[in-house]
Structures are given as structure tokens and as C-alpha cells.
Nanobody, 122 residues
Framework: VQLQASGGGLVQAGGSLRLSCAAS????????MGWFRQAPGKEREFVAA????????YSTDSVKGRFTISRDNAKNTVYLQMNSLKPEDTAVYYCAAKYQYYSSTYSLWDYWGQGTLVTVSS
């Protein structure tokens, strides 16, 4: 599975962005899809994940109520809608794919995209 993330940019606090991650390869619908982020000088952290058919979603507490993950298996694409952005959301955002089972531990994910930078100004 190859992943290509896009949609990052510069936005003011309180604004919105939508990240997209296009996947190539077969069996996209067999994978959990997720988003992680890494701020300068910090470890990569889990942001959100979604199950194969989209019935189950998971997110870290700091983004609950602001970020929404979704997927379109017909388009092999996963999205992260980010609203009410804060300066502390500034990071490189990575999409990832994990076969079969969910985990919030980044080292357990199987495939990674190249990352897209989100910068939130105050």
C-alpha cells in the first residue's frame, strides 16, 4: 500500500483544513487508516483512526469534537477534517495504514505516507 497525503497549509487559529490521503494498491478496505502528527522536537503522536468500513472511529482527547476522520473506500481515500484549529495543532501530519487491527501505537502501523505540514498561526 502506498499513501499520498495532501491538504496541509497555513491557517489562522480557529480556521479549518481538510487533509486527504490517497492510497494505491489492493485491499485498501482491509486496512485501518489513521492520522498521526509530529511537532518539532516531539514524538509522533496518534490523532485519529477509522476501521475498514468506517463504522468505528478513534481519536485522541485533544482533538475530540474538532477533528473528524472519514474514508471513501470507492476512492481509496481517507480524510481528516480539522476544525477550530489551535496553534498547538501545528505539526507534520502523516497518514498510515494498519492491517486488520486498530492500535494507537505508531510503531505498529504498517504503511506511512510522506507527511503534510499544517501550521496554525495565533
Amino acid at each position: 500500500v502506498q499513501l499520498q497525503a495532501s491538504g496541509g497549509g497555513l491557517v489562522q487559529a480557529g480556521g479549518s483544513l481538510r487533509l486527504s490521503c490517497a492510497a494505491s494498491g489492493r485491499r485498501f478496505s482491509s486496512y485501518y487508516m489513521g492520522w498521526f502528527r509530529q511537532a518539532p522536537g516531539k514524538e509522533r503522536e496518534f490523532v485519529a483512526a477509522i476501521s475498514w468500513a468506517g463504522g468505528n472511529t478513534y481519536s485522541t482527547d485533544s482533538v475530540k469534537g474538532r477533528f473528524t476522520i472519514s474514508r471513501d473506500n470507492a476512492k481509496n481515500t481517507v480524510y481528516l477534517q480539522m476544525n477550530s484549529l489551535k496553534p498547538e495543532d501545528t505539526a507534520v501530519y502523516y497518514c498510515a495504514a494498519k492491517y486488520q487491527y486498530y492500535s494507537s501505537t505508531y510503531s505498529l502501523w504498517d504503511y506511512w505516507g510522506q507527511g503534510t505540514l499544517v501550521t496554525v498561526s495565533s
